[in-house]
């Protein structure tokens, strides 16, 4: 079964210290990967996808096939980076299925 | 553009009753997905449709069902409704068939059944 963890719920740090949200996924093939973001009282919406090797808002985010990580990385958080955030795996077959993770909310204090 | 709109934004329900809601996509977007968000979880996935026809499906019973219109905007039934079916319920429409994972969300529809 395609299943996406992300072990932490609460992730707090201080501003300017970096940040690592992780996400571990199970899956067979190479699945298109994403992170959603949801800023309060906002919508969900999309950070970053791992096929454009960008980066948005200062964040990265890397795969790595051999551990089935896709995990979320600053160097710096802001303020403003607090927010909820979703790993999103791709389901098989391009029926637009998005697999969300738990979700971990990300508070960064000044 | 006012983004992905949904209708309406609350409604509670009792027990065995039947709910539709709805959704209009963003100006010239022409695929549509819903996702179940039940509290302190991630959304899950319900269906997508493109060009008015179903192109993926969740695990989800057959009391869920969904259509799409010729402008692209969508509904969504749930019959016989169940306390586990309380939830947000969320709709996304995707710009292109080749992207079907870039989506915007709307603000959703929270649905309470008593």
């Known amino acids: 079964a395609q299943r996406v963890t992300q072990p932490e719920k609460l992730l707090s740090v201080f501003k300017g210290a970096p940040v690592e949200l992780k996400c571990n996924y199970s899956?067979?093939?190479?699945?298109?990967l994403f992170w959603y973001v949801q800023y309060s009282r906002q919508r969900l919406q999309l950070l970053l996808r791992?096929?454009s090797r960008e980066s948005i808002k200062g964040f990265t985010a890397d795969l790595n096939k051999g551990e089935t990580s896709f995990h979320l990385k600053k160097p710096f958080a802001q303020e403003e980076d607090s927010a909820m955030y979703y790993c999103?795996?791709?389901?098989?077959?391009?029926?637009?299925?998005?697999?969300f993770g738990q979700g971990t909310t990300l508070q960064v204090k000044p | 553009d006012a983004g992905v709109t949904q209708s309406p934004t609350h409604l509670i329900k009792t027990r065995g009753q039947q709910v539709t809601l709805r959704c209009s996509p963003i100006?010239?977007?022409?695929?549509v997905s819903w996702y179940q968000q039940v509290l302190g979880q991630g959304p899950q996935f319900i269906f997508q449709?493109?060009?008015?026809?179903?192109?993926g499906r969740g695990n989800f019973p057959d009391r869920f069902s969904a259509r799409q219109f010729p402008n692209y905007s969508s509904e969504l039934n749930v019959n016989a409704l169940l306390l586990g079916d309380s939830a947000l319920y969320l709709c996304?429409?995707?710009?292109?068939?080749?992207?079907?994972?870039?989506?915007?969300f709307g603000p959703g529809t929270r649905l309470t059944v008593t």
């Open positions: 996304a429409s995707s710009p292109t068939p080749g992207h079907p994972y870039e989506q915007y």
């Open positions: 899956y067979s093939g190479s699945p298109e």
């Open positions: 791992h096929i």
């Open positions: 999103a795996p791709a389901g098989s077959g391009n029926t637009g299925k998005l697999i």
């Open positions: 100006s010239g977007h022409k695929s």
């Open positions: 449709y493109y060009e008015k026809e179903e192109r």
